[in-house]
């Protein structure tokens, strides 16, 4: 159960870090000025430590080096390095970070397996680092030509129909089952799903990767190298729920390329996350022994 009062004040870091990143899409020149505060509040209340902010220091010099160097070599190696710290912290390999426990071994019904969820402060600095190599990152992109031929009717449709193959595919694979309703810590997994997990996982692999991929050789490509690598990342629930993950990363790939717009891609992902947490077990269905 989830206890509000033990939130504050140790959490007044991700509440200003929320801020911060809605800033991004909004007034995306003071981001800067919002980790800074981010920083320096989870360095006062124990979030991170001096080696988190060397570590966070390192990671955007590399980023602004990778951006603004002339020497390819040098762009090249740099941004790889950007890329492999980024998926450090996505792992949560990277010293430095207090990541704070809101919810413990918590159970959403009957048949759900225990969810534990932190709140984040080392993954989303994964956002700010992109940013900072790809200022452009949140703008809006040219829509593919042959999805622009889709009306509404037919977009809302294609989307419809993601969702029910998703969700009956991780039916079918045993990963979920049908079981509504809401938990009472909702609230809090909505937040923290739609600013720390949702955005973030959207501007790495629609933002960055597939948009990168789309520039160099087609949106073919970008789109289907993107999902697989989002599927991937997901390997933790095993070779079934990557597959699922992979179809949900086709969704919101498709939403950026048809739209051209990241935070779409962002509500689709936020919108199916939520209808799994709404409608069936979650994480995953708890199998009989």
Avoid at 271 to 287: D, E, G, Q, R, V
């Amino acid at each position: 159960m989830l206890n509000t009062q033990m939130l504050f004040p140790q959490a007044l870091p991700w509440l200003i870090l929320f801020f911060t990143i809605i800033s991004t899409f909004f007034k995306p020149k003071y981001w800067p000025y919002g980790l800074v505060i981010t920083l320096t509040a989870g360095l006062f209340f124990g979030a991170i430590n001096s080696v988190g902010i060397v570590v966070v220091g390192i990671l955007l010099l590399l980023s602004f080096f990778a951006r603004s160097s002339v020497n390819k070599l040098f762009k090249t190696i740099s941004s790889a390095l950007v890329i492999l710290f980024c998926i450090a912290l996505a792992a949560h390999l990277v010293p430095g970070f207090n990541n704070l426990l809101v919810l413990n071994d918590v159970v959403k019904s009957t048949d759900s397996i225990g969810f534990t969820m932190y709140l984040n402060l080392d993954k989303p600095m994964i956002l700010f680092a992109l940013l900072c190599l790809q200022p452009t990152l949140l703008q809006n992109i040219p829509k593919v030509v042959y999805f622009q031929k889709l009306n509404v009717w037919q977009v809302n449709t294609t989307i419809g129909a993601f969702f029910i193959i998703v969700f009956g595919l991780a039916t079918m694979l045993s990963l979920i089952e049908l079981q509504p309703s809401l938990p009472g810590w909702w609230w809090i997994f909505a937040l923290n799903n739609l600013l720390l997990t949702c955005m973030v996982e959207e501007v790495f692999f629609r933002g960055f990767i597939q948009q990168q991929l789309t520039n160099k050789y087609n949106y073919i490509v970008g789109l289907t190298i993107a999902s697989l690598l989002f599927g991937l990342a997901h390997f933790a629930g095993g070779a079934s729920y990557v597959v699922v993950a992979t179809l949900a990363g086709f969704l919101y790939g498709f939403i950026y390329q048809r739209t051209g717009k990241l935070s779409y891609a962002i509500l689709g992902h936020f919108a199916l996350n939520m209808s799994h947490l709404w409608l069936f077990t979650y994480p995953m269905l708890k199998l009989s022994e």
